[in-house]
């Protein structure tokens, strides 16, 4: 019920690519759904969030794709550049009544040049 | 504006062996979580402190334990260290509890455990 699934584990995209990661959960009380950027030797970075009231977020290459009755969230990095190899997180929480940000397992993902 | 920082950045210990891991917080940010990360996995919650309280806890055992002090920094204790417990130890810090408070996160500790 806590669980965030993400998938894939690792993805290679080509300079100029679209990578897309994919993210499902089970526990509907769940409403607000960030994503996170970590780089080697660093903590992760808040890239993008959206909330279940709407379908898709953009910012810049950046977009959540987001549908609710499936329970599925997934990132779209558009133009993917080499600098955008990391490893990428979802996560989900609670606004309001949790404190907790249940995390996926991560999808390590490199941009070939 | 500084960032959350973490000290140390790396750490040996042996098995039964007690730590201590420091968190300075954000300025302005007075809510403390931290997060356990073990290697290839997503950070794991271990637990939250707002205002100097503990505000929730994950499934971890009571030899995890922490404070915040007055200045909003935060210490992480671990007692009887045990060979899983070898993982990058994050911090993140927020303006105010909840779930929906951006939380930024350190550099992270990471420990090993002979």
């Known amino acids: 019920q806590q669980q965030v699934k993400q998938s894939p584990q690792s993805l290679i995209v080509q300079k100029g690519g679209i990578s897309i990661i994919n993210c499902a959960y089970e526990?509907?009380?769940?409403?607000?759904f960030p994503w996170y950027q970590q780089f080697p030797g660093k903590g992760p970075a808040l890239l993008i969030a959206?909330?279940?009231?709407?379908s898709e977020k953009k910012e810049g290459r950046f977009t959540i794709s987001f549908n609710k009755s499936a329970k599925q969230f997934s990132l779209h990095i558009m133009d993917s550049q080499p600098g955008d190899s990391a490893t990428y997180f979802c996560?989900?929480?609670?606004?309001?009544?949790?404190?907790?940000?249940?995390f996926g397992s991560g999808t390590r993902l490199l941009v070939r040049p | 504006e500084t960032g959350v920082t973490q000290s140390p950045t790396h750490l040996i210990k042996t098995r039964g062996q007690q730590v201590t891991l420091r968190c300075s917080s954000q300025?302005?940010?007075?809510?403390v979580s931290w997060y356990q990360q073990a290697l290839g996995q997503g950070p794991q919650f271990i637990f939250q402190?707002?205002?100097?309280?503990?505000?929730g806890r994950g499934n971890f055992p009571p030899r995890f334990s922490g404070l915040q002090f007055p200045n909003y920094s935060s210490e992480l204790n671990v007692n009887a260290l045990e060979l899983d417990d070898s993982a990058l130890y994050l911090c993140?810090?927020?303006?105010?509890?909840?779930?929906?408070?951006?939380?930024?996160f350190g550099p992270g500790t990471r420990l090993l455990v002979l």
């Open positions: 300025s302005g940010h007075n809510t």
């Open positions: 959206i909330r279940p009231d709407v």
């Open positions: 402190y707002y205002r100097e309280e503990e505000n």
């Open positions: 993140a810090s927020s303006s105010g509890a909840g779930g929906g408070k951006t939380q930024y």
């Open positions: 996560a989900a929480s609670i606004m309001d009544s949790s404190y907790k940000l249940i």
């Open positions: 526990n509907t009380a769940f409403d607000y």
